[in-house]
């Protein structure tokens, strides 16, 4: 089970969001912190959930309005 990330884990992602370049899969160009591995994105309407793709990894979830 993904685990919440830390403060310096969410900094490091939400800093570099504005660089994330997203493939047809969902693979991003972004580097899990913690392992290294490739973070996913899935967007659903206005939410939007970043994750490793190491499933007990790093998980983070953005909602809109």
């Known amino acids: 089970m ?5 403060l ?3 900094e490091f992602i939400n800093n570099n969001c ?3 370049k997203v493939d047809s899969n969902g693979k991003t160009s972004l ?3 913690r ?7 899935d967007r659903n309407g206005s939410s939007t959930e970043i994750y490793c793709t190491d499933p007990n990894c790093i998980k983070i979830t953005y ?3």
Request: glycine share 8%.
């Open 2 to 6: 993904a685990t919440k990330a830390t």
């Open 8 to 10: 310096q884990e969410f």
């Open 18 to 20: 504005a660089d994330i």
């Open 31 to 33: 580097k899990c912190p």
């Open 35 to 41: 392992c290294g591995k490739p973070l996913l994105m």
């Open 63 to 65: 909602r809109g309005i």
